[in-house]
Each structure stands twice: as C-alpha cells, then as structure tokens.
C-alpha cells in the first residue's frame, strides 16, 4: 500500500534529471503508525517529464556551479577595484563569464551532512561531469540564497512525486500538419 507522507515530513536525499525528461530522486518521510515512528524511504526514476518550475530551479544553480570552479573568476577580477579596467574589458569579461556558464548544466542536487546543512551541486561543462564538493548552507556570501532555491527543489520533487506536479505535453503531436483537422 502505498502511503503519501506529509509535505513537511518529507526530506530530499537527492534529485537529479540528467535528461530534463525524467527525474531521479532519493529521499524519506516519518510516517507514525499505532504510536510508533517509521523513516520511510522513497526513491526511484520517474520516466515522467517534470514540470519546468522543477527545472528552472537547477538552472538557478548554474552560476554557483560555475563560480565554483572558477568560471567567474575572470569577470570578478576585472570588475575589481585594483584593477582599474576601461568599459571594454569589463564588457570582454562579462562576455568571456557568459560564454563560459553557457556551457554549464546543472542536473540534480544532493544533500549531506547530518544536519542537511550542505549540498552538493551536480552538473556538467560542455558534457563532462562537474560536481561541487558539498556547500554550507551558513556560508555569508552565498549560503542563504543556495538553502532557499534548495528548499524550493525539495518542495517541486515533492509535488512531482506525491501531487502529481509534471510537465504539461502539448495537446496536438508536432508532425501534425496545419489544415488537416476536419478537412
């Protein structure tokens, strides 16, 4: 039998959709049942497409996948106050950082530490896998903003799962050609 748990019960493990056509995801609920307590784990592929909030929130990510290794570094070094640079090397910069995060893409997350106070960001660049190592949610520069879109996947996975949140599919297959309804 399967039960659905509450919303705030449930607790993300990880959630990764290589493809953006399906979703992979790990995660566990505190059922309680006649008096007792029961972690349950929920886990497994879905072959569903899932819905673009879902998605959108690990793009959101991509920029602190990036600035992790170093991808931003450039811009930041340029925008620098001892570095003094003309508007056209800041523009340069800026164009060289976006070349560079457009070649990103964020894929999944996954939780650590005991408290669940850090996360690890999984990704590739042009193809090859990147991952972070895991990120403090505490850290001042980045970490209130990392936690809170983390907090929002956790949220859209659990409406993937238990409420059945996925991708709206287009009403009319594309190879259906204009004009043939009704002829």
Known sequence: MFVKPKKDSFKLKMAKSKDKAS???????M?????????????????????PDLLSLFDKLIIRLGSFYGYTLFESLVNGSNFSASAAQKKYAK?????????????????????RDKVVIMGT?????????????????????LQEICDKIEEEVYEYVFMNKKAQLDMFPEDEEEGEVGE
């Open 23 to 29: 979703l992979d995801f790990e995660g566990i609920a």
């Open 125 to 145: 660049y042009e193809g090859n896998a990147i991952n972070t190592k895991p990120l403090h949610f505490g850290n001042q520069e980045y970490g209130e903003e």
């Open 31 to 51: 059922l309680t049942a006649d008096n007792e307590s029961y972690e349950i784990p929920y886990k497994g592929p879905q072959p569903i497409v899932p819905h």
């Open 95 to 115: 164009q060289f950082t976006e070349e560079m995060i457009s070649k990103i893409s964020v894929n999944g997350i996954s939780f650590s530490g005991k408290e």
